[in-house]
T-cell receptor
């Protein structure tokens, strides 16, 4: 069974609307991450978390909020979606030490019209 | 800040060709280096890592050697197959919580 799952897998939103992307992991990892993937930019870190109740800004946090209500769940929130946020979003989990790999979910394709 | 540079955006090869994808890094500390692979419609998945100078990481026939002198971690495979077609990401981690990814290299292997 997949250890990192994301929902929805596809989402179409309108400009100015609120969007919530959800992520669940069964790896019991402390750390979770949200990335966006765009051609020419690769994977860019938006927000991350050390554990339940914590959220930290990544490299491109503007326009995004995050919530980590439990060890298993990590959400990405777009309060006022804009067309520039059209992208593929990936959630990942990891142990948190320097040498540990990250485990990625299957991604969510978001289109903001 | 810390960064990873992959010079090839796309690589096209025939089956059994030799593969090299170049990766150079810039980091303030002593990073761990990674390669990830992403198949169509999936999330990236860990391929292998190296954490110290001259260490070789390898998996599934792919390998790379950590070179602190040239700040490089080039991915190589002696004989590629069509099933290796994917996007390959080089990445580094300097502290415990953040990984910096390169822009990715799309590999297309023609039968």
């Amino acid at each position: 069974e997949a250890a990192v799952t994301q929902s929805p897998r596809n989402k179409v939103a309108v400009t100015g609307g609120k969007v919530t992307l959800s992520c669940n992991q069964t790896n019991n990892h402390n750390n979770m991450y949200w990335y966006r993937q765009d051609t020419g930019h690769g994977l860019r870190l938006i927000h991350y978390s050390y554990g339940a109740g914590s959220t930290e800004k990544g490299d491109i946090p503007d326009g995004y909020k995050a919530s980590r209500p439990s060890q298993e769940n990590f959400s990405l929130i777009l309060e006022l979606a804009t067309p520039s946020q059209t992208s593929v979003y990936f959630c990942a989990s990891g142990r948190g030490d320097n040498y540990a790999e990250q485990f990625f979910g299957p991604g969510t394709r978001l289109t903001v019209l | 800040g810390d960064s990873v540079t992959q010079t090839e955006g796309q690589v096209a090869l025939s089956e059994e060709d030799f593969l090299t994808i170049h990766c150079n890094y810039s980091a303030s500390g002593y990073p761990a280096l990674f390669w990830y692979v992403q198949y169509p419609g999936e999330g990236p998945q860990f391929l292998f890592r190296a954490s110290r100078d001259k260490e070789k990481g390898s998996s599934r026939g792919f390998e790379a050697t950590y070179d602190k002198g040239t700040t490089s971690f080039h991915l190589r495979k002696a004989s590629v197959q069509e099933s290796d077609s994917a996007v390959y990401y080089c990445a580094l981690a300097v502290n415990t919580n953040k990984v910096v990814f390169g822009t990715g290299t799309r590999l297309q292997v023609l039968p």
